[in-house]
């Protein structure tokens, strides 16, 4: 990706801008249905998959409340999509 230095200012015709935004729109539109279409709840396991985290680590975070989970009996369950939100905001992705 290029990046501009720190300060620089970006001009373009306001059909052009107005174009840019509406894309900017359509994308995060399409990214919150993704999020809705699989927000099922999954197991340790199945987060281990597509979080790169040890299990230790995960424990971790479950036991100071870092991240969101439920228990359902004896069973943990995570929502892959808040798990992620929730390292994000620690900086861990």
């Known amino acids: 990706m ?3 230095p720190e300060g620089n200012l970006i001009f373009m015709p306001a059909p052009d801008y107005l ?12 990214v919150e249905n993704q999020k809705k ?9 199945e987060l281990l998959n597509y979080i790169p985290i040890s299990r230790s680590t995960l424990q971790h975070y479950r036991d100071r409340n870092l991240i969101r989970f439920t228990k359902r009996g004896r069973k943990i369950l995570y929502s892959r ?3 992620i939100e929730d390292l994000k905001n620690m900086n861990k992705l």
């Open 81 to 83: 999509w808040e798990v």
């Open 19 to 30: 174009r840019l935004v509406s894309r900017i729109d359509v994308i995060a539109d399409f």
């Open 2 to 4: 290029n990046t501009l």
């Open 37 to 45: 279409s699989d927000d099922r709840l999954i197991t340790t396991e």
